[in-house]
């Protein structure tokens, strides 16, 4: 039986300026995450958003807070195609 992967969890924000400070940030910080665009289900602007796993959310949220970037909306994938929003 293979191992499932922790839940992904997106965050959207404001614009491409605040989503690429936080990839830097994250990235500096040592996060593990990826810029994707943004899933049309939860948003029909194009843009970009940040992909992480669930249980890095509180250390994201840490650098994130610290670095004055939140998220506009955070949404976790609880099923194929499925996003619940939930707060960050």
Do not use: W
């Amino acid at each position: 039986m293979g191992r499932t992967a922790p839940p992904e969890v997106i965050l959207i924000f404001r614009g491409t300026h605040q989503v690429m400070s936080a990839e830097k940030n994250l990235k500096r910080e040592g996060v593990p995450m990826r810029l994707i665009p943004v899933p049309r289900r939860l948003s029909s602007d194009c843009g970009l958003a940040i992909r992480i796993v669930l249980p890095d959310k509180g250390r994201a949220k840490e650098v994130l807070s610290k670095s004055g970037i939140l998220p506009r909306s955070v949404y976790i994938l609880r099923e194929e195609e499925m996003y619940e929003e939930e707060p960050f």
